[in-house]
């Protein structure tokens, strides 16, 4: 049990940051209402923000704890392979780019139904990015904790596939029967039945451009994550989990 004690944890924080996620996404209506939308937004963000970066830092910290699955490291294709799927998953990830400045509430925000891009694809990308995300990292690291934290995070998202559609529907009604009946949750199933067609010029948005520069700054940032392990554990979080 000793060995696996971290792995309890991280599916404790994968828990928190879930209630905190998906809890304030089912309030929103209601704070909004109470509160206004620009002063929700900023509260949620300063819960869910904080929350992901523990589980982040925890998560980079112990990623190899447990027992060794397999060893893949070392593996050129694998690397490769790792890399490509990385690239892929923050591109599944980059309709939350369309409306920037509504994160920080410079722009009121508002909730949209999105029918272009990759949502022709799969009405739920950022699901199947942080999917595709876990399934890399998982065989490259090939430990029992990320094995484990993977299964938390994927379970995490299918339940938000569905919460996402049903905040939808009570928020749109028919016209999101109908925009349920030309998309597809499974990636590409929508355009392989003929409901949708890929239509490249939606593809080529600045916000791409955004994306491919967080991928660069991410593939370069690796280098650093023994230093930010190291705060970590010297910080009084990593004491608190000890």
């Not at 294709?77 to 920080?104: H, M």
């Not at 559609?165 to 349920?180: A, V």
């Not at 239509?199 to 994306?211: D, M, P, R, T």
Request: contains cysteine; glycine residues 6%.
């Amino acid at each position: 049990m000793e060995t696996h004690k971290t792995s309890l944890l991280i599916l404790g924080l994968i828990l928190i940051f879930a209630v905190i996620h998906s809890g304030g996404a089912a309030l929103r209506s209601r704070a909004e209402a109470f509160m206004g939308a620009r002063l929700w937004r900023l509260l949620f963000v300063s819960l869910s923000l904080p929350s992901a970066l523990i589980l982040i830092s925890y998560f980079l910290a112990h990623r190899y704890d447990g027992i060794r699955l397999w060893n893949f490291q070392g593996n050129h294709y694998v690397f490769l392979l790792v890399w490509i799927l990385t690239a892929i998953s923050f591109l599944f990830l980059y309709p939350a780019t369309y409306n920037l400045l509504e994160i920080p509430s410079v722009l009121k925000p508002q909730v949209r139904m999105y029918g272009t891009g990759i949502m022709r694809i799969t009405r739920h990308p950022q699901a199947f990015g942080q999917i595709i995300w876990c399934l890399a990292h998982t065989l490259w690291i090939g430990t029992s904790f990320t094995f484990i934290t993977s299964i938390g995070l994927i379970l995490h998202h299918l339940f938000a596939i569905w919460h996402g559609d049903k905040r939808l529907e009570i928020k749109f009604g028919k016209e999101f029967y109908k925009y349920k009946e030309s998309t597809s949750i499974i990636p590409f199933v929508a355009i392989f039945d003929g409901r949708q067609q890929i239509k490249l010029k939606e593809f080529f948005k600045l916000s791409q451009i955004g994306i491919l520069i967080a991928i660069a700054i991410i593939w370069w940032s690796h280098k650093y994550i023994n230093i930010a392990v190291t705060t970590f554990n010297s910080s009084f979080m990593s004491k608190i989990f000890n």
